[in-house]
């Protein structure tokens, strides 16, 4: 089965009025990812330059959620205070980390203050201590240390995510298998498409035309001979090995009309057994549902646990139905499991920008993790060039950068 634009709901997200406000307290981190956008350059900021960008995200971008992003939010001296400020806004505080120096008495000071959830990424290319040369299926045991512990003290949600590699691509179904014996515990799994510019066969040019040293971003490799993989290829492994799932929302590219940069869906099942996925009108009425409701779009459920009442959704959505009966089926051969708990559990996929061959990337439409640089919205995976170079580069083949100059 191939994506078609058409199933899916395009999400309204926007500039102005967009669920997820990206906000980096720092630039530290105490491990190294390989698909990390981000490099020691000037260390934690303020409380008070942190509840400045708070404010200017409230008055400018209309989030449901701040995302606390870095470097390594955990270590920033202030960060139980930073989540009570947002908080206070009326904004869910969500921490982005790799929860290495998460620990339960932390979490509890955190919930305390407000948190509302994290976003934890683990994979098997970060340089995490204890964990070399490991498996995705290697560390469901990590993720599991840390789902059981999130679980424990209630009341916080955990999203997973994970950089997918060329090398690391077959193992999603693993992640998944995870996921889906853990949906009471885990609102939702996240893969990111790894990308990666080379310094062999490509030159960047900054915005007056000049050649910049490439190698100073963090990101960029001396060769990569690989084949990126696609956010359809991440939805069709995911889709050969699960058949009841499928997405529902999606944001497409900034140039290029048919990529997938975002592709976000939510199982339905229990602890036993999957149900299907909502469908594109269930997303509809969710994102249409909460503005109307809260005044904000949603990008994650504060609790997975949304119990048969999903069901009343049926009508309109013919995908949501198949998955209604396939648990009624379900229940007749075990009449048990009709009483048990019903939950979802989102899948995103994100497809990191393209570069295309006039230097120009393709980005995410609408991008959700815009955050702050010197008072203006820049996409967070692309802030370095702006912090080494004073804006974005166009980074182009070095073939095509010498036709270009003859
Ligand atoms: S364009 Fe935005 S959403 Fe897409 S990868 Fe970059 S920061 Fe993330």
Redesign the pocket.
């Known amino acids: 089965m191939t994506l078609e634009k058409a199933n899916y709901y395009r999400l309204p997200w926007s500039m102005n009025d967009n669920p997820i406000a990206?906000l980096e307290v720092t630039d530290i981190c105490n491990i190294h990812c390989e698909g990390c956008?981000r490099q020691y350059m000037t260390g934690h900021k303020t409380l008070e330059q942190l509840k400045e960008e708070v404010l200017f995200f409230k008055r400018w971008r209309n989030p449901d959620n701040v995302s606390i992003a870095g470097g390594e939010p955990l270590i920033h001296p202030q960060i139980v205070e930073l989540v009570a400020f947002i908080a206070e806004q009326g904004i869910k505080p969500v921490i982005l980390t790799n929860g290495l120096s998460l620990t339960p008495e932390k979490l509890r000071e955190l919930k305390k203050a407000g948190l509302a959830g994290f976003t934890m990424h683990i994979d098997s290319h970060q340089s995490r201590p204890g964990w070399k040369d490991k498996t995705e299926k290697d560390l469901n045991e990590l993720r599991q240390h840390h789902a059981d512990m999130i679980a424990a003290e209630g009341g916080v949600y955990i999203i997973f995510n994970s950089t997918v590699y060329p090398s690391t691509y077959h193992e999603i179904p693993d992640i998944v298998r995870w996921g889906q014996a853990n949906i009471d515990k885990v609102q939702g799994l996240v893969f990111?498409t790894y990308?990666t510019a080379t310094l062999s066969d490509s030159v960047a040019i900054d915005q007056k035309d000049r050649t910049v040293d490439m190698s100073k971003l963090s990101y960029v490799r001396e060769t990569f001979d690989e084949k990126f993989v696609t956010s359809p290829e991440v939805y069709q492994i995911i889709k050969d090995n699960f058949p009841e799932y499928e997405p529902s929302g999606y944001?497409g590219g900034?140039i290029r009309h048919d990529s997938y940069?975002?592709l976000i869906g939510a199982l339905v099942g229990s602890r036993r057994g999957m149900y299907g996925s909502i469908g594109k009108k269930t997303m509809e009425l969710s994102q249409i549902g909460h503005h109307l409701w809260t005044g904000t779009y949603l990008a994650y459920l504060a609790q997975s646990r949304i119990g048969k009442k999903l069901f009343f959704l049926s009508p309109w959505d013919p995908t949501l139905r198949a998955a209604v009966k396939n648990w009624w089926k379900d229940g007749l051969r075990h009449p048990g499991r009709l009483f048990d708990k019903v939950y979802i559990q989102s899948i995103g996929i994100?497809?990191?920008?393209d570069i295309q061959p006039d230097g120009r990337?393709d980005?995410?439409d609408s991008?959700?993790?815009?955050?702050i640089y010197d008072g203006k919205f820049v996409?967070?995976?692309?802030?370095d060039e702006y912090r080494l170079f004073g804006g974005f580069v166009s980074v182009m083949e070095k073939e095509a950068q010498d036709q270009m100059a003859k």
């Open positions: 990206w956008y990111i990308r944001l900034s940069k975002w994100i497809q990191a920008p990337a980005m995410c991008c959700p993790d815009i955050t996409n967070s995976c692309r802030m």
